[in-house]
């Protein structure tokens, strides 16, 4: 299975931006699914997820109340939308996906099997 993550670009601060994440083959993802980002010199963060079981979400507390992560109907694509971004936010964002993926390690990226290639986010101030 590949992911492949999109929707990148360079904004304004307080603009928005909608990322996706689709597997090939239109495999369906809408479970254990993550985003996490990644800013020049710092370590991989974690940003968002929405749990196997039930389809909870959570996210990290710098990006609640901006960020949404949601699926489609057929459950073959994840979005991330965030508004009121802020320079903070630049990154690269990944998508990553484990179909297996307990509770207690959405936030864990060691818990993931399968990464998307990234995705650049840059917001100017």
């Known amino acids: 299975v590949q992911l492949q993550a999109s929707g990148g670009g360079v904004v304004q601060a307080g603009g928005s931006l909608r990322l996706s994440c689709a597997a090939s083959?239109?495999?369906?993802?809408?479970?254990?699914v993550a985003w996490f980002r990644q800013a020049p010199g710092k370590e991989r963060e974690f940003v968002a997820a929405?749990?196997?079981?039930?389809?909870?979400?959570v996210y990290t507390d710098s990006v609640k109340g901006r960020f949404t992560i949601s699926r489609d109907n057929a459950k073959t694509t994840v979005y991330l939308q965030m508004n009121s971004l802020e320079p903070e936010d630049t990154a690269v964002y990944y998508c990553?996906?484990?179909?297996?993926?307990?509770?207690?390690?959405?936030?864990?990226?060691?818990?993931?099997?399968?990464w998307g290639q990234g995705t650049q986010v840059t917001v100017s101030s």
């Open positions: 990553a996906w484990n179909p297996r993926i307990i509770p207690s390690s959405l936030r864990v990226s060691s818990a993931y099997d399968y």
């Open positions: 083959g239109r495999t369906v993802i809408g479970y254990g």
């Open positions: 929405i749990a196997r079981t039930g389809g909870s979400t």
